[in-house]
């Protein structure tokens, strides 16, 4: 039976037509309907196997990837592909089991939620950066403060502020000495000097009141001058200055 399948077309069509005569020598009208039936199958069933061969060749090309960075992802999975056989999967090697059965690593509960530790200290932060000089001198704190002892004893903190820093602006402004000792001890200028309270020693109070005056608080305004109104007459120059303001008893402004 396999040997007559593989004949030539035409060979296994004559055998069929002899088989199925009847007696007389003619073929009934069904069996030959059936008889042709059956050769159409088997002379269309190799130009059936080349189209299918033919076919499968052209997807196959379609499918292939136009680039060497092609990936397998790109090409989809092998089964969606006509003709393809059924393999392992591209994104699980072939030497380990699948991701789904292999077991998990677990991760201690204690671990996983223990806080991480802070990052200790050094032990020696190294040396201290030197803290700026101040651009006066002990001694200019020192003479200063023996004017405002002088000058404001009585007043109230920031009344002794304002008259250190007068003599401050003083010795920024063009008409006066450029030192701090210049401007205390100019002729004329302030009377502790001229009756000799300048050398008394400055209290704590009047210290701190220079040192913040030193240190950049000015509450005159930029005054360059200030006086006693009780104890000015009223002819004196001194009220044709600029009036900024008044602290305590004394009267601040400039000209």
């Known amino acids: 039976m396999l040997s007559w399948a593989l004949w030539p077309a035409d060979e296994r069509g004559v055998e069929i037509m002899q088989m199925v005569r009847q007696g007389n020598g003619r073929v009934h009208t069904g069996t030959r309907l059936l008889a042709c039936a059956l050769a159409v199958i088997m002379m269309g069933a190799p130009l059936a196997g080349t189209a299918l061969g033919r076919s499968e060749a052209a997807w196959n090309e379609i499918q292939a990837p136009t680039s060497p960075h092609a990936t397998r992802a790109s090409l989809g999975p092998a089964s969606s592909r006509p003709g393809a056989r059924a393999t392992a999967s591209s994104e699980e090697p072939q030497d380990r089991p699948p991701a789904a059965s292999r077991p998990a690593v677990p991760v201690p509960p204690e671990d996983a939620a223990a806080p991480r530790a802070p990052i200790p200290a050094p032990s020696s932060p190294g ?15 020192d003479t200063l403060a023996r004017l405002v002892h002088a000058e ?104």
């Open 152 to 255: 404001s004893e009585g007043e109230p903190f920031v009344g002794r502020v304002a008259v250190a820093a007068v003599v401050l602006n003083r010795v920024r402004h063009s008409r006066f000495p450029g030192t701090i000792a210049g401007v205390v001890f100019q002729p004329g200028a302030f009377e502790p000097v001229a009756n000799g309270r300048i050398w008394e020693e400055p209290d704590r109070l009047s210290r701190q009141a220079t040192k913040a005056a030193l240190d950049g608080w000015d509450p005159t305004g930029g005054a360059i001058y200030f006086w006693n109104p009780a104890k000015v007459g009223g002819g004196s120059w001194i009220w044709q200055v600029h009036v900024t303001g008044q602290i305590g008893q004394h009267v601040f402004g400039w000209r």
């Open 127 to 141: 040396p201290a950066r030197p803290e700026p000089r101040p651009w006066y001198t002990d001694r200019d704190l």
